[in-house]
């Protein structure tokens, strides 16, 4: 081996795994002193005892390098070449800085867009951009697989002139291959996001990425075609590597043009010894999260920024996120499923009827100073919204507590008098007398709103909980570090909370806001038996609903399934079952025949469940029954299910197996079921450009669970639902949420007010 020679510039390469121990071997190997810093012990320690391996094929030749962890690491830093995983960024970055010399400087040699979170941590003087495409993955600890040739471009951040610096730089690196400098690093950067977008899609699958990438032509151009959407409204150039051509994947592109380029890439990816990619690898075989969604997090900010959609894009992020920990679920289906989004998306093509292509946005994006302020605002008012949240937990609110009802309803008018002022208007809708609590209906003015659609946004909750009175003296509020638990703290009273602050925010600040109509009942939990019409009427004369209940493991909820509840009832003929056991009819015989019956009326695939959880009858067990009752719930996921379980009923009950009894089911659908329309995908979007205005990369799911929201779905007004608290364990003792959450979830729904305001 060679031993290093003084006259070479060292280097300290934080980040031992494939472009890093690709790079660190090439260099110690002509000659410069290197030393690895890595947080992986076993891959420290056998570099230490043989040395760095790269192994190519059957080949194994290692050099000799330093290597330390974090931790073991002493004295200062010169030229550091940064190859963690963009995840690690920020952890890395607070390392380096203390650590590096005034002339010193960090070149980021890393998968996705670095360079100003570094910068942050050393300045953008000591931060040197660079775009690496290295085929190569860790096989083992201390050993590099050569996956083959691939690209490697260092330059100045913000396209500045290619400094003696980086001139350096590139001149030591090629000794492992073909580095180049260049002032327009940003170029092969927003190249790569398209070309890293493909390689992501292909680790949905277990098959080799040159077969995935041609056999789903469709779903790779629209994918590229979403990234290089964005970076041409930024003003980008791109720049081609290896043998990825980005200007054939560009919107409007020549399809024969693009052929041929799909053509020759997939050629050249059945040339590379890695024919999987490290994101594949990282599920598949090393069972870790992935790091490229992480990568994209600046596309989609900036996507949003520019109103510009990313639906495959998005689609590819959630599948992999399912796929950490589970990747038996990796199917050339989801591939396929992407083709077909692919062609849905093609503009005035009209996608499925599940998964509508969402209407014109109902809002104009903020501006991101105003976005980052609404959520400095709240994040430094955090405490004050623990302690109301405190203050409202401890109201007691059970849904058949009218007393406790009453009382809790007076608290949070003087509680909203006291965060808002006085409304333009208020009515309290009595509901007493049919054993539920009363509906509160407050209105607050627009303020400096330019939207055409002035209606009210009616901002919509419940008060009542599930829990029983009393439940307070064993269980209150209590509060760990940013964990909060207690009675109805996620369903829903942390929302409430939530959408009251996101209020007092814009009113402290001065942004716009449309005029809003608080809306809350006390029967929610209870099925919303005599609040439903009212609040299908205020919903009528409503702009939009956004219901404050909580989030589905962080996600806004599109879709819910639909809730009926029913009770099958069978009547027969009591007869002593001893003396005489034919003589009489069993009802429970006859009850058990129906439900295996409608047990064959479900259907997972359609979204329909059906259970009998309570079943009773007869007397005793020597008397044949004369009565037997089970009681229904029922879930379905769209309007021809609902139709086709009411016929079913309708038919069980005409046709008993025993014709001695009789059968009856009564009952009725309690709510209606909650389509992604249009109008709702519209508004997850916009809430999605939002969140991402913010730094979050929200979600949207469909539950199985129903709200008020679906009431208001079904009459016709778009719904924004499950924006309220961040947490789990709901009408569980679990129950819970966080400090964090609120702060997060209230800026956003801030955020979406101020859109709504100006468009």
Known sequence: MTAPSPQRAAYTVVGGGAIGGTLAFALARAGHPVTVVDTDPAHVAAIRARGLVVAHGESRTSVPVAAATPDEFSGTLGRVLLAVKAQATETAAAWIAPRLEPDGYVVSLQNGFNEDLIAQHVGARRTVAAFVNIFADVVEPGVVLDGGAGALVVGEVGGAPVSPRVRAVVDDLRSWGPAVASDNVEGYLWAKAGFGAMLAATALADAPMAELIDRHRPAMAALTGE????????GITLEAFDAFEPLPFRHGTDPAERDAAFDRLSAWLRTQAKDRSGIWRDLAVRHRPVEVTTHYADVFDHAAREGLPTPLLRTVMDGLRSLEGAPDGMSEARLAELDRLAGSAVPGRPDDQNHPAPAALPGRLPEVEQAAAVRAWLDEHREDMVADLDAYTSQGSASDDLDDLAACLGWLRDWLDERLGAPDAEEILPRAEAGAGDIL????PARDAVAKDARPV????????????????????????????GPGVFDMKAGLVQAVWALRALDALGLPRPACTLMLNGDEETGSLASHEAIVAESHGSRLAMVFEAAADGAIKTARKGVGLFTLTVTGSEAHAGLDPTAGASAVDELAHQI???????????????NVGVVEGGTRSNVTAGRAVGRIDVRVASAAEQQRIGEAFALAALRPVDPRTRVEI?????RPVFERTEQVAALAELTRRCAALLGEDLREASVGGASDGNFVVAAGTPVLDGIGAVGSGAHARSENTSV????ARSALAATVLVSLAAG
């Open 740 to 743: 964090s959450g609120m702060v």
């Open 227 to 234: 990234i290089f959407a964005v970076s041409d409204r930024l």
């Open 666 to 670: 009564t009952g009725d659908w309690n």
């Open 458 to 485: 009616l901002l919509l909750g419940h008060y009542d909980t599930v829990w029983p009175t009393g439940t307070l003296d064993d269980w209150p509020f209590r509060r760990d570090g940013d964990h909060i638990s």
């Open 596 to 610: 295996l019956r409608l047990a064959e009326l479900r259907a997972p695939d359609a979204g329909t469940s059906l």
């Open 441 to 444: 209906v407050r209105r607050y």
